[in-house]
């Protein structure tokens, strides 16, 4: 059975001591609540890894990181590499977010690259993948999404893959205030559903995780979460709010 997940991705927000009250907030939320077969995981920016570790520890929740270098080691400056997070107990990292392959120009090819190096570190990959609204309103979405996993997961071997989360994220939606609707949402989870299947086999296809990103929130996580194949959401702005990501939480 797949696991439902909400993942927080702070983005560049947060100095030291508002992101020390959000993560406790969210783990006293998880240490007085039973959540089977949903994980929590939140994205906070690198600087505060290590803070978010330490303080989840003891709990169930998890850490991601928002970005990781496609190289192991050596003279990049800034950079952060695959296995310095996992030597801090992070477990997953998010990848291919609409804002690393627009502003970053991060292309199918290096997502590739950091999508192996991740795995390769026991890092879970929260693979993100969405069309533009101009590639929407040309009905060209569901290509576009295609060839995003089949450039830069679907490469990988079953077993592999199979430690892989996607998430959908109309970039329309990012930030926006404009949200996919559910039904938007059903039709693409249960497209890329189908090209897991047709790559790999029915069962692979059945244990991925497939999130949805974009304006989710507080208000519309019960019934974009209620669709068959929406397994839970990558959250933004809403990640930011103890209140509103808890609530988010337990939409699950
Ligand atoms: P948003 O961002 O929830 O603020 O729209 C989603 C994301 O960036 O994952």
């Not at 994205?43 to 890894?49: E, I, M, T």
């Not at 003891?58 to 296995?83: H, K, M, R």
């Not at 892989?164 to 989870?189: C, D, K």
Request: proline share 3%; hydrophobic share 40%.
């Amino acid at each position: 059975m797949r696991t439902k997940i909400v993942a927080g991705n702070w983005k560049m927000n947060k100095i030291f001591e508002e992101a020390e009250g959000l993560i406790s907030a969210i783990i006293e939320f998880m240490d007085e609540n039973e959540l089977e077969n949903k994980a929590v995981i939140i994205c906070p920016p690198s600087v505060y890894l290590e803070l978010a570790t330490d303080l989840a520890a003891e709990s169930d929740l998890l850490v991601g990181g928002q970005n990781i270098s496609n190289f192991e080691s050596g003279a990049y400056t800034g950079e952060i590499s695959a296995p310095m997070l996992s030597s801090m107990g992070v477990d997953f990292c998010i990848i291919g977010r609409s804002e690393r392959r627009k502003y970053f120009n991060e292309s199918h090819e290096l997502l590739a690259q950091k999508v192996n190096i991740a795995l390769k570190h026991q890092i879970t990959p929260i693979f993100c993948c969405g069309e533009l609204l101009p590639e929407r309103e040309a009905g060209k979405h569901f290509d576009i999404v295609k060839t995003q996993l089949d450039e830069s997961v679907f490469h990988l071997k079953k077993g592999d893959f199979a430690n892989v989360v996607i998430a959908y994220e109309p970039v329309w939606a990012i930030g926006t205030g404009v949200t996919a609707s559910p039904a938007q949402a059903q039709e693409m989870h249960a497209f890329i559903r189908g090209l897991i299947r047709e790559k790999f086999d029915k069962e692979t296809a059945e244990n991925t995780s497939i999130l949805y990103g974009g304006s989710c929130n507080a208000k519309n996580a019960n019934e974009l979460f209620s669709n068959p194949d929406v397994d839970g959401g990558l959250i933004g702005g809403a990640s930011l709010d103890a209140e509103e990501f808890i609530k988010i939480i337990q939409a699950l």
